[in-house]
């Protein structure tokens, strides 16, 4: 629902009402019952915020899925390196090998 802003033209008060758009302009001023103006208002803007709307973020099930089959595997990951032994860089003075002897 829409804000209006009146003003009147008695008191030159300017107020705000949380309207409906198909309910009739306010008459009469709250402050001192005089006759009120519907202003031209510039009415409250479009504020676009994130990376956007696109066509396929609404996209059916059916469609997802089929998109889903569609696409070439994924390559396999690549096997887990062995672990080092204690004379590799990764140990520092030695210190790997007095654990795994443990």
Do not use: N, W
Request: glycine share 10%; net charge positive.
């Amino acid at each position: 629902m829409p804000t209006y802003e009146y003003q009147c033209k008695k008191c030159r008060r300017r107020h705000e009402a949380f309207q409906s758009i198909t309910a009739k302009p306010l008459r009469r001023c709250p402050s001192c019952k005089g006759t009120l103006q519907r202003l031209l208002g510039s009415g409250s803007g479009f504020l676009f915020r994130g990376s956007g709307f696109y066509v396929t973020d609404y996209r059916s099930r059916g469609y997802r899925e089929a998109q889903q089959k569609e696409k070439p595997p994924s390559s396999p990951t690549a096997p887990a390196t062995p672990p080092t032994s204690a004379g590799d860089k990764g140990c520092a003075g030695g210190s790997c090998a007095a654990s795994r002897a443990t």
